[in-house]
């Protein structure tokens, strides 16, 4: 379902466990400890059932310091999954004062490619929210394009968020997080780019690894955290890692698809703990409810070994 625009600038504020307004950081993820054999078998076998797929996975928990790290390095298109450190960069423009989340900023759908900067604008039938287009030529509360870039994937938002913000900075932000790979390049759509192979990219181990140090407050304050969860958790697409989980389990995550290209990462909260980070990555699955399925299944795989203690 939409979220009326009016609502946007008021949306929750969720805190994640040691990240409440005034309550102190969390504490730091134990020493981490290796996933058993079974559990990679598991998974390895759920995959051989997608006929090529390509899947990497990472996880990362915060409570027992169990990892994952499944071809974690594998170097995949972020799709919208690049959208999280432009969330995160955003927050840190807030934090410096550069930006205010109230601030209003004029919307237009004309865009410069990164290749030559010729100019192209993006199509509202080719884009996850329609809504955004509506708010062109109209001055639009940098939040409320925040929100919409993350629970509704708008590619209008992440593209007005980036003309605001600084790709190369953005990257250099994401390796202060504990991302080695992940570049953020350009906006969405910009096809030129694309044709030559200009793109954004990803792999699990650095999804995983910024979903840790914005669980840890390494991000942002306390309410900044918070407000960035809240967001993150009211993701409208749910058919990849919460699909695999019990009913009702709160999942603060991002997906992203391209043609033949699934992805979903977030933070994953068991009751009574703490969250684990999870990234799974994919390419290759022609149909998207193979991939819906794939990645849900991999997710249930990684919940009944960490909070159910099933390895096989």
């Known amino acids: 379902m939409r979220l009326p625009r009016v609502l946007l600038s008021t949306l929750p504020l969720l805190a994640a466990g040691g990240c409440r307004p ?8 134990p020493a981490p400890v290796a996933a058993p054999a079974a559990v990679e078998a598991r998974l390895a076998a759920r995959i051989a059932q997608t ?11 915060l409570e027992s310091g169990r990892r994952l790290s499944l071809r974690g390095d594998t170097v995949y298109h ?3 999954t690049m959208k999280v450190p432009v969330l995160m960069a955003l927050y840190q423009e807030f934090r410096a004062g550069r930006l205010r989340p109230d601030q209003r ?3 237009a759908n004309r865009f410069a490619s990164i290749l030559d ?9 080719e884009d996850s929210d329609s809504l955004v287009y509506t708010w062109v030529g109209t001055s639009v509360p940098v939040r409320d394009l925040a929100v919409r870039m993350i629970t509704h994937s708008s590619n209008l938002a992440t593209n007005a968020l980036i003309q605001l913000l600084d790709p190369v900075r953005i990257t250099q932000q994401v390796r202060g997080w504990g991302g080695a ?3 953020v390049r350009r906006g969405v759509e910009d096809d030129l780019a694309y044709r030559k192979g200009l793109n954004n990219t990803a792999t699990a181990n650095d999804l995983a690894a910024l979903f840790v140090a914005l669980a840890q407050g390494r991000v942002a304050d306390s309410a900044s955290t918070a407000d960035m969860l809240g967001i ?6 749910n058919d990849e890692i919460p699909a695999g989980l019990p009913p009702g389990t709160r999942v603060a995550h991002k997906t992203g698809w391209i043609t033949a290209t699934q992805h979903d990462a977030g933070l ?6 703490r969250p684990y980070a999870i990234a799974i990555l994919t390419r290759g699955i022609a149909d998207t409810k193979d991939g819906n399925a794939l990645l849900a299944d991999c997710s249930r795989i990684v919940w009944q070994w960490l909070v159910e203690g099933r390895t096989r």
């Not at 006929?51 to 928990?61: F, R």
């Not at 993150?232 to 697409?237: P, T, Y």
């Not at 994953?268 to 703990?273: A, F, S, T």
């Open 105 to 107: 900023v004029p919307l």
């Open 51 to 61: 006929p090529g797929a390509q899947v990497s996975i990472a996880v990362v928990d």
């Open 22 to 29: 005034g309550a102190p950081a969390a504490p730091p993820a």
């Open 181 to 183: 790979r992940m570049v």
């Open 117 to 125: 900067g010729s100019p192209y604008a993006l199509d509202a039938t």
């Open 268 to 273: 994953v909260y068991p009751p009574g703990r």
């Open 232 to 237: 993150l958790e009211a993701q409208h697409f």
């Open 78 to 80: 972020a799709a919208s």
